[in-house]
């Protein structure tokens, strides 16, 4: 009797995230011809490209623990996931939408967080902030663009005209700004990929993130 052996397949796409918000929106195109590196925990397995439609396939995979990275190309930056690597654990079946967004040059983006510990320094263990309203004002002609943080406290412009720019979080008056406190001058340029983070505390003692996604709500209804 003739026994086949059970294989699985690991597919998704590579998109161009035009609005930063790391998840593919209609109308985002595809990017074709992008690397996609298949490795386990040791060592490099295969590879293989995008096609027309931005999507890829890795097939004929047992059932084990997989790891799947971009070749980023010259001219973008990733925007999904916050890093290069998808992790999975495959058990003989398909796992889907282990997508890929990337950003176009230039590009200014960055994390609002719970300064915690009032050092001005994104890190590990401090919360990211939901919800919050990040503005890059054109020097030049006033217009202004918005940008709200994701759940991962992110936030990004891009598709941007070289020039003079300021950038700045909009906050109630119960918050105040720790890294970047004031509004940020920039010139952006072709090959312009920004990262300024910002890190935000409570005025007086420390708040749990309900209250900061309440406050960061208040700021919302003001602008409105």
């Known amino acids: 009797m003739l026994f086949r052996s059970r294989v699985g397949k690991i597919s998704g796409t590579v998109f161009e995230d ?6 593919r929106n209609d109308g985002e195109p595809a990017l074709p011809n992008w690397k996609l590196i298949l490795s386990n925990p040791s060592h490099v397995i295969d590879s293989t490209y995008t096609d027309l439609a931005g999507n890829y396939l890795f097939s004929n995979l047992r059932g084990r623990t997989y790891f799947i990275s ?4 010259e001219g973008y930056v990733l925007s999904s996931p916050s890093e290069n690597l998808r992790y999975m654990s495959l058990s003989y079946d398909e796992v ?3 997508d890929f ?3 176009q040059l230039p590009v200014v983006h ?3 967080y719970e300064d915690a510990n009032y050092d001005s320094l994104l890190e590990g263990t401090e919360n990211r902030l939901q ?3 990040v503005k890059l004002r054109n020097d030049s002609t006033s217009e202004t663009d918005s940008s709200l943080t994701d759940s991962r406290g992110l936030y990004g412009f891009s598709h941007l005209q070289p020039g003079h720019y300021s950038l700045f979080v909009t906050l109630s008056d119960s918050l105040v700004g720790t890294e970047h406190k004031d509004t940020i001058k920039l010139t952006i340029k072709l090959t312009t990929n920004e990262l300024v983070n910002f890190g935000v505390v409570p005025a007086s003692g420390r708040l749990d ?3 900061f996604r309440t406050l960061a709500g208040d700021t919302l209804l003001r602008e409105k």
């Open 96 to 98: 889907t939408k282990q």
């Open 101 to 103: 967004g990337n950003v």
């Open 131 to 133: 919800n919050f309203l």
């Open 209 to 211: 993130p309900v209250k």
């Open 110 to 112: 960055g994390v609002v």
């Open 18 to 23: 035009k609005n930063y918000n790391g998840v």
């Open 70 to 73: 971009e070749e980023t190309q």
